[in-house]
């Protein structure tokens, strides 16, 4: 197959196609992108054969900023009949033995949506017909590749597959995720969504756990506070504005109401720093550098507002210069990942972890 398909938010087609276009290039794939405004996907053709399978293979989905899921891909399927649509499919998946798993799905549009009740009565017949070709396992098997079925409209679908140690786990790389009725605000779930796409379940016991202390920078009202202290963390809840009432009736939020840019903590056992403040990206980021040359945290997440023009190029020069200035300044040892997540909007969401080979006292 020589297509890469790549889910993405609508309205942002244009950088998940620069990244990918980047991205393609670093590991000698050539090829061109084809994408159109509020399709929220990208197709990235390769100029060789089955090249799509060496991006799916070597280029981690989590180290992309704007893709939520990707797939090798077939060509377009186009006027699949109504009275047949499976054989046509099953043909093009003809090179694909011993799936674990198959996934129907759209992009995140709302037009494209409108096909997801059909997608659901669709998967059923398909995996049928799929076992009986040997593309696809009798038994589920979370080791094995994932066929991706794709329906962008009526009777036109890519078809492919992505491999389970380097794809989401969630249909169409979206999590599911309830918004509580005690939480403060829906930014709630921006953290809530972070944690899990930064930290595999099987470190969460570890590194996000009762106990820990932490600073939300920019709390008000609570909606990243909240996810701490449901997680059991003590949190220094910095904001000039005033924090949600059931969260300080918890005995585990301090509130000071100062201005974040100035705060310093007044212990240095802080394990999460997380910022969700509305300003510059860059000056959001100089205070994040700020922290950890000092070594007041283990782990942050923080958000960065984009620009309405050239987002990847600037979320990328931001990160480009937090990584320089960081090892200019001794601090070394340390990772960073970027993600535009589900629940957020017109900003990135950052990663940074320090001495992560290290325990923490």
Known sequence: ?????????????????????????????????????????????????????????????????????MFA????????????????????LSDVSKAGEVRVETPDTNEAKEL???????TVPLRQHLKKSGSLLAQENPKRPIIHV???????AYV????????????????????????????????????????????????????????????????????????????????????????METGQVKHYREDGFRFEPQRKNIYWLVCDMVEKPARVAELIEA????GWFKEAIFNLKLPMKSRYKEVTAILETMQTILKENGVTDFKVQCKHLYHDRDEVTVHLWLRPNTAWN
């Open 1 to 69: 197959m020589k297509n890469l398909f790549l889910f993405c938010r609508a309205g942002f087609e244009k950088e998940c196609a620069a990244e990918i276009q980047q991205r393609a290039g670093e590991l000698n794939v050539g090829g061109f992108v084809k994408a159109n405004n509020n399709d929220a996907y990208v197709v990235y053709q390769c100029f060789e054969d089955d090249a799509a399978d060496t991006l799916v293979k070597q280029l981690p989905l989590d180290s992309l900023i704007f893709a939520r899921q």
């Open 73 to 92: 891909a077939s060509d377009l399927l186009v006027d699949l009949p109504e009275s047949d649509r499976v054989s046509p499919i099953v043909a093009a």
């Open 116 to 122: 997801s009740a059909f997608c659901r009565k669709f």
């Open 150 to 156: 794709c329906f962008i409209g009526p009777g036109r």
């Open 160 to 247: 492919g597959y992505s491999y389970s140690n380097n794809s989401s786990p969630h249909f169409m790389g979206i999590p599911r995720l309830k918004m509580a009725a005690d939480a403060p605000s829906r930014s709630s779930l921006k953290l809530d969504e972070a944690f899990g796409q930064f930290v595999p379940k099987e470190e969460q016991e570890e590194r996000i756990r009762s106990g820990m202390n932490s600073v939300d920078l920019g709390a008000c009202p609570g909606g990243w506070t909240y996810q701490l202290v449901r997680r059991g963390m003590f949190v220094s809840a910095v904001d000039n504005g005033p924090m949600d009432e059931k969260l």
């Open 291 to 294: 922290w950890a040359i000092n």
